[in-house]
């Protein structure tokens, strides 16, 4: 639920702490973008004899990527055989094709793939799918995404990052053919949705979600703090609207995604 604090106190007051307690303590760092802290931990956790396993090395790279944390991350994957005497698996070596595709450094990233001791997987190639988003690379993101397909015929989310990333580039036929390709293999997607629980009652919301018997409030408080932030300096990022419309109306699909529509609603409650 985000509270870190709360949940490093608890962890500090234990009589005893298994090497589960670190792993979870870990991960809830790399959750929240602490890597220096996630690493922190790891020491202390050797420092007091306990093993890091695979399950916390995973965690630990991933506070590596989520932390911009590149150098360290490299150290760790390099060392679990030596180290920790762990083969690194399908789960470290997509940490680290994320954590290089964050940085921006996709030609390692791909180096990293291409030399992998296996076959790489769907998370993998995944995860290399993720970073071309981000950074605009249509064309290796069409070679991931037919590596992921090829693996999961099924896969989705492959599916949609690719014609999220035809759409940023205002690609709109190859967006319009990825759909249908998707039609007409039977792959669909389910709509995002996000849930916030006010006074004991979960609410879900979709974007662009008219069915809340408070819409029209919600609606109204979105446009009210989307002036504000305009007026702070706030330029909104139309490039991963994935419509062909006007820019004054990617702004409003920008505003009332159904993230910011469950926020506005639990501001007015």
């Known amino acids: 639920c985000g509270s870190i604090q709360h949940a490093r106190d608890v962890f500090d007051k234990m009589p005893e702490r298994d090497v589960v307690a670190w792993t979870v303590m870990i991960a809830g760092y790399a959750m929240h973008g602490h890597g220096e802290e996630a690493l922190k931990l790891a020491k202390k956790m050797r420092q ?20 911009g944390l590149v150098d360290e991350g490299y150290h760790y994957f390099d060392s679990m055989n030596q180290d920790h005497g762990i083969a690194p698996g399908a789960e470290h070596y997509a940490c680290m094709v994320d ?12 180096e990293f793939v291409r030399k992998m001791p296996f076959q790489p997987g769907t998370m993998v190639w995944g995860a290399l799918l993720g970073a071309c988003r981000v950074h605009g690379l249509e064309e290796l993101a069409r070679h991931a995404t037919e590596c992921i397909l090829e693996l999961e015929p099924e896969n989705s989310a492959a599916f949609v990052l690719l014609s999220n990333i035809y759409a940023s580039a205002s690609r709109w036929d190859d967006k319009s053919m990825v759909r249908r390709r998707m039609g007409d293999t039977g792959v669909k997607k389910q709509a995002g949705r996000t849930w916030i629980e006010v006074n004991g009652q979960i609410h879900s919301f979709i974007a662009e979600d008219t069915t809340h018997p408070q819409t029209k409030e919600i609606y109204s408080e979105l446009v009210r703090l989307f002036g504000q932030m305009v007026e702070a300096g706030y330029i909104p990022d139309t490039r991963f609207v994935l419509h062909d419309v006007e820019e004054e109306q990617k702004d409003v699909s920008l505003c ?14």
């Open 256 to 269: 009332y995604h159904s993230e910011k529509l469950a926020i506005a609603f639990g501001l007015i409650s």
């Open 48 to 67: 007091e004899g306990v093993k890091l396993d695979y399950v916390t090395l995973v965690c630990v790279l991933t506070a590596c990527s989520r932390s």
């Open 99 to 110: 954590l290089l595709g964050r940085a921006g450094r996709l030609e390692k990233a791909k």
